[in-house]
Structure formats: C-alpha cells, structure tokens
C-alpha cells in the first residue's frame, strides 16, 4: 500500500449483537472505532504508511 499514490480510508465495522465487555458494554459505534483506530496504528507504526494518507 506504500506506492499507491491515492488516499486510504479506515473503517470499523460491527454486528448488531452489543458487545460483552468492560470497554465497550453498550456501544457498538466505540467499538468500531477503537477497531479502525488499532488497524490505523499499525498500517502507520509497523507498516510505515504516511499518516497523511490515511
């Protein structure tokens, strides 16, 4: 994905089954967020993406 001259967009996506966790007990749109956010972070911490791309 680094030689690709275009913009990357992010998303996180989720079932309609509310999540069973201490983090996210009752929203799902924290959860898929937090999901596009840790893919974000390693396209750009291990993958060496330019943030700006992204």
């Known amino acids: 994905m680094k ?5 990357l967009r992010i998303e ?3 079932d309609d089954i509310p999540p ?3 983090d996210y007990p009752h929203e799902l749109d924290e ?3 937090a999901r596009a956010t840790r ?3 390693v396209l ?3 993958g ?3 943030p700006a791309k992204l």
């Open 39 to 41: 893919v974000l972070r």
């Open 3 to 7: 030689g690709l001259p275009n913009q």
């Open 20 to 22: 069973n966790s201490r």
């Open 48 to 50: 060496g993406l330019d």
């Open 31 to 33: 959860l898929s967020t």
């Open 44 to 46: 750009v911490e291990q």
């Open 12 to 14: 996180g996506h989720t």
